[in-house]
């Protein structure tokens, strides 16, 4: 039951999430069935945006569950201020295009520490610097959304890693350097594939207003073809280069720093696995006092 | 004693009461109006009429102009230039020609139309309308404020969002310090490889600054009670979520039927209540209650007018949606949605800041 009710939030957010981000282009279809829905699909664009919200928040509140311990709490709080502060910091080269150093967190600890935690430090990172510096609007649940779908989709790497690895056993024991390749490759494929994506992703916030659904409403025949061409072009003249050099950037970034920040993730991963167990002897309000949590450590 | 206080308030409190801000959810009504208006409405007289009221709100209740180089302003004159030009140069619809280019040039070629400069700019207006009311927000609201709108029912990321927003300014003095020692030792900024001796030590100081946290946190008795009826709140809204789906698309589909909209209303209360049952798990108190006072109700009177004006079918709303294909046209106007447009106007009125 428990297990089932997460897959189905799982499912039906991402099925209904995806369709809404898609509506540009099924929309002009369904409106042209009838005259009745073309009235009504002028009012799509504000209906879409409050349902990318509301699915949000139900994946949210899902996800949140898997951040209940001090530890976990703690671990993304300042997970996100570092993601959140590098977002700002000019560290060093003065980033060309869309580049942005936020993902390597994102993929990173996802992978590490599984889909849950890196969907809210996807999401959560947004959300925070878009706080700091002023950038809340309607577009931030579409943001929060697609880089918490890059962060919950990152542990599906483990797998294809694991098959990878399978697929030359003469590379030697599980921790050979070329074992330690193939995952790099991996990840640094995947978040180089996200940094294209995500901006695509985002462009369809934007694209209704660019040339919007309205323009093709008043042409009998366009076609699905026809709007996906014109999204196409759309996208290819106004923003490729600048995807291109997020997927360049995140692709070398995991790349050249992937096998030092997953090191270190681990390291942390083993030390933050400590429990609390008070003990029951103690629990009397005589002796209550504050037992140490450091047992682990 | 406070038994001792005077039956009306003395007239510094007064003073006190009207420089005090206004509530932060009766900014976030105000702002969600505008997000309302822009992304609904393409017809001209009202956006410029919701620019003015945004602008007009600006004027009276910021003080302070802005920190970044690049204001909200000028962003929004850019946006709206941008989003002119990018339709009138690929959109080849419309009937009144300006010129044409030869047609072998490719994407740029064909007849340039007023019609695609005219449906640019209205969607440049609603963009630059969109920008400007939300920096707003954040030039009147305080983070920690905006911080506190996080609903109850998710405190957990609350919790988390504030830890973060707290630790922001301490990473990026960490990250100057890590700089500054390895530029001591040398260490050059060349290339991806030369960020390694930065990230490793902020992450490994920053992981090793949230167990302290963590540990903190446990001493103070910060624990999360395994919350028993989490799961119900959490498959009441899931059912809310999908009814609501399911609502929306029978009325895409057949239209709007009295019991086309059962399923939407159902849902969206099923969701309230699933909401509201999560966040009952999570009792606070407030430090430092900000009251709500009569302004908060009238600011937030107006933005729901302004809202449901836009919202409601009471007036005619096919004046909404003005399309200026295939001819330019004048759009078509209706005087009291124009005027519930004001609406917008009361934070204006009623802070006096300036």
């Not at chain 2, 802005?66 to 962003?75: D, I, N, T, V, Y």
């Not at chain 2, 004159?77 to 419309?94: D, E, Y």
Request: glycine content about 10%; overall charge positive; some cysteine.
């Amino acid at each position: 039951m428990k297990n089932g009710l997460t897959a189905v939030t799982y499912g039906l957010t991402s099925v209904v999430g995806v369709a809404a981000f898609l509506y540009p282009f099924w929309l002009p279809q369904l409106a042209q069935s009838s005259d009745q829905t073309l009235a009504r699909a002028n009012d799509s664009a504000l209906m879409v945006a409050v349902l990318v919200g509301i699915c949000f928040a139900v994946l949210l509140l899902e996800v949140q569950q898997q951040a209940v311990s001090a530890q976990t709490i703690a671990l993304l709080g300042v997970l996100v201020a570092i993601n959140a502060a590098l977002r700002f910091a000019e560290v060093a080269l003065p980033g060309p295009g869309g580049f942005s150093p936020i993902f390597v967190l994102i993929v990173l600890a996802g992978y590490v520490f599984g889909g849950g935690i890196g969907f809210l430090l996807g999401a959560l990172t947004l959300l925070a610097s878009a706080l700091v510096t002023g950038g809340v609007g309607p577009w931030l649940p579409y943001q929060m959304f697609t880089a918490g779908w890059v962060g919950l989709s990152a542990p599906l790497c483990r797998p294809l890693i694991r098959l990878l690895q399978a697929c030359w056993p003469e590379a030697g024991g599980a921790w050979s350097p070329a074992h330690k390749e193939v995952e790099l490759w991996v990840l640094a494929l995947f978040a180089g594939y996200w940094g294209l994506l995500f901006g695509a992703t985002m462009n369809l916030w934007f694209w209704p207003f660019a040339v919007g659904p309205a323009q093709m409403h008043w042409q009998p025949g366009v076609s699905l073809g026809d709007t996906v061409q014109r999204y196409l072009v759309f996208y290819v003249v106004t923003s490729l280069g600048w995807d291109l050099m997020r997927a360049l950037g995140n692709f070398l970034l995991v790349f050249f720093l992937g096998a030092a920040v997953v090191r270190v993730l681990r390291r942390f991963q083993r030390r933050f696995a400590f429990v609390y167990q008070p003990n029951p002897a103690l629990a009397s309000p005589a002796q209550a006092r504050p037992a140490g949590a450091a047992e682990g450590r | 004693m406070t038994a001792a206080l005077p039956p009306e308030t003395p007239p510094r409190d007064r003073a006190r009461a009207a420089s005090q801000p206004l509530q932060p959810l009766s900014w976030a009504g105000w702002a969600a109006a505008v997000a309302t208006i822009a992304t609904l409405t393409r017809q001209p007289v009202y956006l410029l009429l919701l620019l003015a009221s945004i602008g007009a709100v600006r004027w009276r209740c910021v003080q302070e102009p802005e920190k970044h180089s690049l204001s909200s302003l000028r962003l929004g004159l850019l946006l709206f230039a941008s989003t002119a030009l990018a339709n009138w140069a690929m959109v080849r619809a419309g009937t009144t020609e300006l010129f044409a280019l030869p047609t072998w040039i490719p994407l740029l070629g064909g007849a340039w139309t007023l019609e695609a400069l005219a449906y640019g700019a209205l969607n440049g207006l609603a963009l630059a309308a969109l920008l400007v009311g939300f920096s707003l927000l954040h030039q009147v609201v305080a983070v920690r404020a905006l911080l506190r709108l996080t609903p109850r029912a998710y405190y957990p990321v609350a919790v988390v969002l504030s830890i973060a927003v707290t630790f922001v300014p301490t990473t990026l003095l960490q990250l100057q310090q890590i700089r500054e020692a390895q530029a001591v030792r040398g260490h050059r900024l060349r290339g991806v490889r030369s960020w390694l001796p930065l990230i490793v030590p902020l992450l490994e100081g920053g992981l090793e600054r949230s167990l302290q946290l963590a540990e903190a946190m446990v001493a103070r008795g910060f624990a999360s009670p395994a919350a028993p009826h989490a799961r119900r709140a959490q498959g009441l809204a899931l059912a809310g979520f999908a009814s609501l789906v399911v609502g929306w698309l029978l009325q895409l589909a057949i239209g709007t039927l009295w019991w086309t909209s059962l399923p939407m209303v159902g849902g969206g209360a099923a969701l309230l209540i699933g909401l509201w049952h999560a966040g009952r798990q999570h009792p606070y108190t407030v430090y430092r209650p900000h009251p709500w006072q009569r302004r908060d109700w009238i600011v937030l009177a107006g933005a729901l007018l302004a809202a449901g004006a836009y919202l409601l079918p009471v007036f005619d709303r096919s004046t909404l949606f003005y399309s200026p294909y295939p001819t330019l046209t004048g759009p078509a106007l209706d005087w009291r949605i124009g005027l519930a447009t004001a609406g917008l106007l009361f934070p204006a009125l009623l802070l006096e800041t300036r």
